[in-house]
Nanobody, 128 residues
Framework: QVRLVESGGGLVQAGGSLRLSCAASGVTLRGYAEGWFRQTPGKEREWVGGIAASGGSTDYADSAKGRFTISRDNVKNTVYLQMNNLKPEDTAVYYC?????????????????????WGQGTQVTVSS
């Protein structure tokens, strides 16, 4: 059974940093692409960024470029989202996701249906 557990969320002032972690069990992350999404009440879940299964490529939403970095530790089977220079508009519940099987290993995926497994989410609140 695949289980993804996010941690690292919390309350931070604008301009601060947080690092979210997503620890996986039941799946070997290096064989799959991962992504981070976020959601605020009343809005659709928004793609933040992703990393290819190969680990060789990352991509980010425009809102995250230059501020957020995704990485993966294959030994710890954990994917991270480092968030710097946080803004109040980054306030959301953040979710990690693991792609469906059989997808190209060099690609980063942006769309919700391309992900098969989801964590429970962790709240990030950025105060102004």
């Amino acid at each position: 059974q695949v289980r993804l557990v996010e941690s690292g969320g919390g309350l931070v002032q604008a301009g601060g940093s947080l690092r979210l972690s997503c620890a996986a069990s039941g799946v070997t992350l290096r064989g799959y692409a991962e992504g981070w999404f976020r959601q605020t009440p009343g809005k659709e879940r928004e793609w933040v960024g992703g990393i290819a299964a190969s680990g060789g490529s990352t991509d980010y939403a425009d809102s995250a470029k230059g501020r957020f970095t995704i990485s993966r530790d294959n030994v710890k089977n954990t994917v991270y989202l480092q968030m710097n220079n946080l803004k109040p508009e980054d306030t959301a519940v953040y979710y990690c996701a693991v792609s469906a099987a059989g997808l190209a290993s060099h690609l980063v995926f942006r769309r919700y249906p391309e992900y098969a497994y989801w964590g429970q989410g962790t709240q990030v609140t950025v105060s102004s």
